[in-house]
């Protein structure tokens, strides 16, 4: 089952624009976290964001969760080709159990 | 360096055959994961263990077994019995529930 998941499914850019990627889910939960994948590699942990707070920095990132519409959104500002790889939300449902459920996430191309 | 490893990299499996994944962290991690990736999709939950002699199974399950009698190892065999096998599978691994996941680089397992 998805708990998370991800729009737009794939997002083109110009580099030095911001990107911005949104994702909803379906139960309470205690923790959202966002991840990185480049093609045919494993994910890089990005940000946790815990239910009781609305919104995270890190480096050129921003994250911001609003538990009352179940959404959360990752931004990425001054874009850089490097940054081209597919984000994904997850979410551990307020399982408490330790057990996270990933997104089908979204596409980032950032075009140099 | 502390991380988490994954071997083979790519493995080739005849029908009818079980063969078995391996994961190997060294970052005192107490829980566990094995994760199933289909091109263009997310993940999705094979397994899980929150600790040593412990595992849950996740969302997909059928067809795949493991074991975890070391913190360091959690080793995924996928048996005959799994009839759509050719995926790319990943293992990660988190010291709670309040943390990210560290994940290995990825076993790309292909039916042949």
Known sequence: SQQGEEDPQALSIQEGENATMNCSYKTSINNLQWYRQNSGRGLVHLILIRSNEREKHSGRLRVTLDTSKKSSSLLITASRAADTASYFCATDGGSGTYKYIFGTGTRLKVLA | ?112
């Open chain 2, 1 to 112: 360096d502390g991380g988490i490893t994954q071997s083979p990299k790519y493995l080739f499996r005849k029908e009818g055959q079980n063969v078995t994944l391996s994961c190997e962290q060294n970052l005192n991690h107490d829980a566990m994961y094995w994760y199933r990736q289909d091109p263009g999709q997310g993940l999705r939950l094979i397994y899980y263990s929150q600790i040593v002699n412990d595992f849950q199974k996740g969302d997909i399950a059928e067809g795949y077994s493991v074991s975890r009698e070391k913190k360091e190892s959690f080793p995924l065999t996928v048996t005959s019995a799994q009839k759509n096998p050719t995926a790319f599978y990943l293992c990660a691994s988190s010291i709670s529930d309040s943390y990210g996941y560290t994940f290995g680089s990825g076993t790309r397992l292909t039916v042949v």
